[in-house]
């Protein structure tokens, strides 16, 4: 395997290779080079997932490539948070062999189309925020360090029946969306589980702007909490219509819900907002205060959860490819399910299925900003 490996690198990599690495390409004195395919949430009314996301992407990019050990070269493609552009987009870096592997799409209904179609392909991908039921369980090609929503919302339930004593729940979810809908089956499950009363299940559509009759009917039931899956633009109109009309009630979010988005465009109304999250900016780990720093000076603001979990990733990433010691689409992928980082959300390694266990912190909204919910 040794003498392999140097006759490899001795001819710049090609050989029998077919996957992923182009001549040349492969290792310059051994840095491993590989070309790494991004496709994000970059335009409409989700864009902030996706800008969140690559700016996470890019500030990683300088520090691994300035420290030398591998180069990485990020091609990002935008998806609109659409299946098909998504897929288009992603189709188009699979097609180029130059490219080793992918990074997103962001929202989970996108990698319902493109997981299977890069697992089918054997071009290893990671999610950095598909957080529905099933993902990485698409195949043994993908892969993912977002905190799933079976772990993030039983916890944040849990923070809720035990600060408010809340026994009757609504629950208000977008049918038309992979992680909305995902997200309502483990709150229903969740809400069961625990002998929350369910008063009614409402639900909505994707761009809604008018949410007064699920809401007229919640406000009548009288509920002790609102469990609402969405994305952060419905999700922060909702929370606004409901303020206004009087619904003061906690509500509970799901990972959609944990943007800064949601209280840049629902202001007040998002107070009361319970969302459990993998990362906080705040949290008292120098690793992650060197992060926020960085991304203050180069961005002009706080990360969010979705820009340190990209930021994870590309170095999750870096050490796969370091390991593989190739750019190669399959060492890479069995380099990748082998990768143990500490990152800045804690000590990092995949389970069996390409999935991630953490623990959760549970946030609430208050005073306009998410703090820690003691
Ligand atoms: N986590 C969601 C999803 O899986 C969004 C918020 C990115 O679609």
Known sequence: ALASMLALAACGGGGEQTS????????????????????SYL???GAAYGEAITSGLEL?????????????????????????????AAQKLMNSENV?????????????VVGPEADLNGVPTIGT???????PQIGEYIFRNSLPEALAIPASIDKAIEKYDAKKVAILYGNDDVFTKSGFDTMKAAAEEKGLEILTIETFQKGQSDYNAQLTKIKGLNPDLILASALYNEGAVIMDQARKMGI???FVGGNGFNSPEVIEIAGDAADGLIVATPWYAEKDDPKVQEFVSKFEEKYGKKPDQFAAQAYDALYIYAEALKNAGS??????????????????????????EGDVIMTPTVLVIEDGAFKVFE
């Open 129 to 135: 925020s598909t957080t529905a039921e099933g993902i």
């Open 327 to 352: 750019n190669d689409r399959d060492a890479f992928r069995d380099a990748l399910a082998e990768v143990k980082i500490t990152g800045i959300l804690g000590d990092f390694a995949f389970d069996a």
């Open 43 to 45: 335009s409409g009314s």
């Open 100 to 112: 080793t592997a992918l990074i997103g799409p962001t929202l989970s209904t996108e990698m319902n």
């Open 20 to 39: 992923g690495e182009a001549d040349g390409q492969a290792t310059d004195g051994g840095v491993v080079k590989a070309d790494i395919g991004v496709v």
């Open 60 to 88: 990683a990019l300088e520090e691994i490539n300035a420290k030398g050990e591998v180069e990485i070269n990020l091609i990002i493609e935008d998806s609109a948070g659409k299946q098909d552009q998504a897929l288009t």
């Open 248 to 250: 003061d009630v906690p």
